[in-house]
């Protein structure tokens, strides 16, 4: 078994439309950044990948491509599963934190659940999501940013 | 083997107890919130949510419940135990990070580590407790609040 | 299979070496702190002695212990890792995310990863290295400090 972890911020800015875990959530900020900045797709692309112990997201999709811009993550998401899948891993959970005051993620949790089983070809009872507030402390209690945490457990075929 | 994480904060404000991880601490200042707002419970309620992919505590137990005020943390985490057994799940470890300037942790290790123990039904050498500070940067550093971040570890019957 | 977590933060200084993950890192600030101040292998030693139950680095290396002045936080690794096995227990995985705006750690990845198979035992595939910024928000975005997040994965012989 191995269980890598993830960690992401992006802004809060406007006229940017808000991306996360791979649903867009009408709000009046969007997340700043050269892709669709989905705080909580790179937050679970980074615990893929650390998992696998093949970098950051950073590594394989540097924000000085022009490639990746305005790009949507869960091309990052699908690569780090296709390197996982190459080094015999099968991905059996997840779990994400999303940080932040605003906005509430109870409306979406249904359409970001569906969008994250399509996406890892996991059921959902094997997709934690969660959602916390810091209390109006810090950056993310000013409503600053966003940040994300998750962890992806893997298991490797003939091996441990 | 699901992993799940949690992570939660809340602000430390005169005039209410100071609990933690199940135990009350003396300190001048306690924890605001809904319920008791033990901010170590509720990181820890949420990765076995998270684990079992069941929402998280806001979910289950939302603070505009009147059922919840001043309630005890405990009755969370017992509720997320009942739900993970429910699901053929058996928690095996759990780890908890106290992150915070003040108060100490340690004069109330022994005393956390056994309600832990007695509230989860793990052998105290499978629940990890920390602490640390954040050097006196960010709003724990000025002791505006309390973070805290919990992992925690389920093996399901008759499954993987 | 046993998965704990260490999160730590040390302030940016000027005049003090920076090292990071076992590696010095040539920058113009380097982390304060009573030992050499490597915010990646405290939380990655707090991640293994959570793991095990065996309390955290301030318990085991408390920074008013002279001893520990100036010392390589190696030492303290080393310890957790020999603490580990005494109980029966193998490091299979471990990941790491460095967060701060700079320095960067891609010019320093093969190094860090060298160094880290060398003090854990593990083949570099079995090691996540990250690093994200927190796009200039909060006390990492203003570079007052570093922070680091670690999870490790150890399996315990003749158990689970
Ligand atoms: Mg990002
Ligand atoms: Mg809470
Ligand atoms: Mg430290």
Known sequence: TLTGQGFDVHRLV???????CGVEIPFELGLAGHSDADVGLHALTDAILGAIGAGDIGVHFPPTDERWRNVDSAIFLARALEMAGEQGGRLVHV???IIGERPKIGPHRAAILSRLSQLLGLEPDRIGLKATTTEGLGFTGRGEGLAAQAVATLILRNRS
């Open 14 to 20: 406007p006229d940017r439309p808000l991306w996360l």
């Open 95 to 97: 779990d994400i934190t």
